[in-house]
């Protein structure tokens, strides 16, 4: 992960700003006995690139100018980085490279009467797979497996198919990444008797201006509309827990986005249910809008996760149920959350670790419910949560938990500017009672929780100050923390992307042939003109990418580019 390592002052360089270096791990890359460094200086745009000498005893490190031949690797044998990554690394270190001939760069130009990007084949006909001859990655359930999508035909099969077409790793294969697929769903209602199983390393995207709803039948069987972890049926552990079809700790390359999922149809009493999320790293839920049964006694919930090890949700919003989330896992990022009218709007069973941004609940009986926070630790219970810029509005219970135990880590709960407002019991409650009474305090900063000085350990409780205001460069306005949702493209017209395996240049993504020529080639030429494409495979390079800073560079699926050579010999 790239990480700040100093925090220099620009008139150490010759510069009027200030600048902030970054580095991969403990070097970016070394020329001798010379660490190299990439410097972004923010203020005034410029970017430029600096090696430091070894500090001379007693004294200070000595900043230059690297030279203009040298250019900063980004990619070493042993280390993939995504694409966001590339682009920081290539962009920093190449004050030179400039827009293809023309190009100025792009701004969002669709016509009322554009389809999204993603629904033009002429975009997505070469996401092919390299390892597999004829292998599709890209599959429309419309145009390539015939799905209706007109709310009454049954579409479970049809979606089905193109999930699991071409071989790819369903129940009994551990994990793979050489199978990877894109299921795009165009605008549609789509009718499901039975769960949707979207296999290991798979994308469900739907069409972001006209988001595509999953509709379960009222007869609908199964755990939920989408299971991303079927359990087999009849099987279970010696300790008597479910089998599923993946180890759910190993449960990686999965994205769902852009979708309306309604299980309204099904009645109240039924388990209806729109995710079971049980999922480890590099998994994401986005943009998706859950709709549920507000009726009294329901069991209907948006999603139910009872296990796994991180990922990351934003952008979801829950209308009715029993729980808008049912969610237990290790340790989760979820942001840009609203969840209206249910009876929980979370509740957690356990976790290790849980930042929750910018959730509004509104019209619920209990919006946190956390109450088997504060159990030992062999039960795994709500361990830490962290609750920031928030809001929990016409509401029973603000936050619900049992009485913590101080001898134990489980049970730390921290509240950084959480407004109650229109509460009717209690801001916070625990087994014991009233915590913080209904109403007490707009934007509140709360924590409970072991606190260690040394090897001093302390359990605290109550209110606190925070140590200074926020950084004004990582809020906005209003004061709480900027943070920006996943970029879609959705007002571009299909016209203004280019993508590499159509563009000409002869790259592979085989991971066997040189790419270096030709995604160069592929940037230089469209560099400012176009939102660059590049398509899921493996691209070799034994130099460079050179990257102008401002060029939007996106990958499909996970597209990977690795270092070859004697460029990367040293990394």
Same mark, same amino acid.
């Given at each position: 992960?790239?990480?700040?390592?100093?925090?220099?002052?620009?008139?150490?360089?010759?510069?009027?700003?200030?600048? &902030?270096?970054?580095?991969?791990?403990?070097?970016?890359?070394?020329?001798?006995? +010379?660490?190299?460094?990439?410097?972004?200086?923010?203020? /005034?745009?410029?970017?430029?690139?600096?090696?430091?000498?070894?500090?001379?005893?007693?004294?200070?490190?000595?900043?230059?100018?690297?030279?203009?031949?040298?250019?900063?690797?980004?990619?070493?044998?042993?280390?993939?980085?995504?694409?966001?990554?590339?682009?920081?690394?290539?962009?920093?270190?190449?004050?030179?490279?400039?827009?293809?001939?023309?190009?100025?760069?792009?701004?969002?130009?669709?016509?009322?009467?554009?389809?999204?990007?993603?629904?033009?084949?002429?975009?997505?006909?070469?996401?092919? !797979?390299?390892?597999?001859?004829?292998?599709?990655?890209?599959?429309?359930?419309?145009?390539?497996?015939?799905?209706?999508?007109?709310?009454?035909?049954?579409?479970?099969?049809? @979606?089905?198919?193109?999930? !699991?077409?071409?071989?790819?790793?369903?129940?009994?294969?551990?994990?793979?990444?050489?199978?990877?697929?894109?299921?795009?769903?165009?605008?549609?209602?789509?009718?499901?008797?039975?769960?949707? @199983?979207?296999? /290991?390393?798979?994308?469900?995207?739907?069409?972001?201006?006209?988001?595509?709803?999953?509709?379960?039948?009222?007869?609908?069987?199964?755990?939920?509309?989408?299971?991303?972890?079927?359990?087999?049926?009849?099987?279970?552990?010696?300790?008597?827990?479910?089998?599923?079809?993946?180890?759910?700790?190993?449960?990686?390359? +999965?994205?769902?986005?852009?979708?309306?999922?309604?299980?309204?149809?099904?009645?109240? %009493?039924?388990?209806?249910?729109?995710?079971?999320?049980?999922?480890?790293?590099?998994?994401?839920?986005?943009?998706?809008?859950?709709?549920?049964?507000?009726?009294?006694?329901?069991?209907?919930?948006?999603?139910?996760?009872?296990?796994?090890?991180?990922?990351?949700?934003?952008?979801?919003?829950?209308?009715?149920?029993?729980?808008?989330?049912?969610?237990?896992?290790?340790?989760?990022?979820?942001?840009? *959350?609203?969840?209206?009218?249910?009876?929980?709007? *979370?509740?957690?069973?356990?976790?290790?670790?849980?930042?929750?941004?910018?959730?509004?609940?509104?019209?619920?009986?209990?919006?946190?419910?956390?109450?088997?926070?504060?159990?030992?630790?062999?039960?795994?219970?709500?361990?830490?949560?962290?609750?920031?810029?928030?809001?929990?509005?016409?509401?029973?219970?603000?936050? +619900?938990?049992?009485?913590?135990?101080?001898?134990?880590?489980?049970?730390?709960?921290?509240?950084?500017?959480?407004?109650?407002?229109?509460?009717?019991?209690?801001?916070?409650?625990?087994?014991?009672?009233?915590?913080?009474?209904?109403?007490?305090? *707009?934007?509140?900063?709360?924590?409970?929780?072991?606190?260690?000085?040394?090897?001093?350990?302390? /359990?605290?409780?109550?209110?606190?100050?925070?140590?200074?205001?926020?950084?004004?460069?990582?809020?906005?306005?209003?004061?709480?923390?900027?943070? +920006? %949702?996943?970029?879609?493209?959705?007002?571009?017209?299909?016209?203004?992307?280019?993508?590499?395996?159509?563009?000409?240049?002869?790259?592979?993504?085989?991971? &066997?042939?040189?790419?270096?020529?030709?995604?160069?080639?592929?940037?230089?030429?469209?560099?400012?003109?176009?939102?660059?494409?590049?398509?899921?495979?493996?691209?070799?390079?034994?130099?460079?990418?050179? *990257?102008?800073?401002?060029?939007?560079?996106?990958?499909?699926?996970?597209?990977?580019?690795?270092?070859?050579?004697?460029?990367?010999?040293?990394?």
């Amino acid at each position: 992960m790239l990480a700040p390592v100093a925090t220099e002052r620009a008139a150490r360089m010759g510069q009027k700003s200030s600048c &902030v270096a970054y580095r991969h791990g403990k070097h970016l890359a070394r020329i001798g006995a +010379r660490d190299v460094c990439a410097i972004q200086c923010s203020q /005034y745009r410029q970017q430029i690139v600096q090696f430091r000498t070894p500090a001379p005893p007693g004294g200070r490190r000595i900043y230059k100018k690297a030279p203009l031949a040298w250019r900063l690797p980004i990619i070493t044998s042993t280390m993939r980085l995504p694409m966001w990554a590339v682009w920081f690394l290539a962009s920093a270190s190449l004050p030179s490279a400039v827009f293809g001939a023309g190009c100025a760069g792009v701004s969002g130009g669709a016509a009322a009467s554009d389809p999204f990007w993603m629904n033009t084949a002429s975009l997505t006909a070469q996401s092919k !797979s390299a390892y597999k001859a004829g292998y599709k990655v890209f599959r429309n359930v419309k145009t390539d497996y015939h799905a209706v999508g007109d709310g009454i035909a049954d579409d479970t099969v049809a @979606i089905n198919n193109a999930i !699991s077409d071409g071989g790819r790793c369903g129940q009994g294969c551990a994990s793979s990444t050489l199978t990877p697929a894109i299921i795009f769903f165009p605008p549609g209602k789509y009718r499901v008797t039975a769960p949707i @199983i979207p296999f /290991y390393y798979t994308t469900l995207v739907g069409d972001y201006n006209n988001k595509p709803t999953l509709v379960a039948d009222a007869n609908f069987v199964g755990i939920a509309v989408i299971d991303g972890d079927p359990y087999i049926p009849g099987a279970s552990n010696p300790d008597g827990s479910g089998v599923n079809w993946w180890t759910n700790q190993n449960n990686f390359f +999965r994205s769902i986005r852009n979708f309306v999922i309604d299980v309204r149809a099904m009645p109240p %009493s039924a388990f209806g249910t729109g995710i079971h999320w049980q999922v480890g790293q590099a998994t994401s839920l986005n943009n998706i809008d859950f709709k549920m049964s507000a009726a009294s006694g329901t069991k209907h919930q948006g999603i139910f996760m009872e296990n796994g090890s991180g990922g990351f949700m934003s952008d979801l919003t829950f209308d009715g149920g029993a729980f808008g989330m049912w969610i237990s896992n290790q340790q989760f990022t979820i942001r840009n *959350v609203k969840i209206t009218n249910a009876v929980s709007a *979370v509740y957690q069973l356990w976790n290790w670790g849980f930042t929750w941004q910018n959730i509004q609940i509104s019209n619920c009986q209990v919006g946190f419910d956390l109450s088997t926070g504060g159990l030992t630790l062999e039960t795994q219970s709500a361990g830490g949560v962290l609750i920031v810029d928030s809001k929990i509005s016409s509401t029973g219970i603000g936050i +619900r938990m049992s009485s913590s135990q101080p001898a134990k880590l489980g049970g730390s709960v921290i509240l950084d500017n959480v407004a109650f407002t229109g509460i009717t019991t209690a801001n916070i409650q625990d087994s014991s009672g009233t915590v913080v009474a209904a109403n007490a305090g *707009v934007g509140l900063e709360w924590f409970q929780g072991n606190v260690y000085l040394g090897n001093t350990k302390r /359990y605290l409780r109550g209110s606190y100050t925070p140590a200074g205001s926020r950084p004004q460069m990582l809020t906005v306005g209003s004061g709480t923390y900027f943070s +920006r %949702s996943r970029p879609q493209y959705q007002s571009y017209s299909p016209s203004q992307f280019r993508t590499l395996m159509t563009s000409g240049v002869g790259a592979k993504g085989d991971g &066997v042939t040189d790419d270096t020529a030709a995604i160069n080639s592929f940037i230089a030429q469209n560099s400012g003109c176009a939102i660059l494409i590049i398509e899921t495979g493996t691209y070799l390079v034994s130099d460079t990418i050179f *990257v102008p800073s401002g060029t939007q560079l996106v990958g499909v699926l996970y597209s990977v580019i690795i270092g070859t050579g004697r460029n990367f010999a040293d990394q």
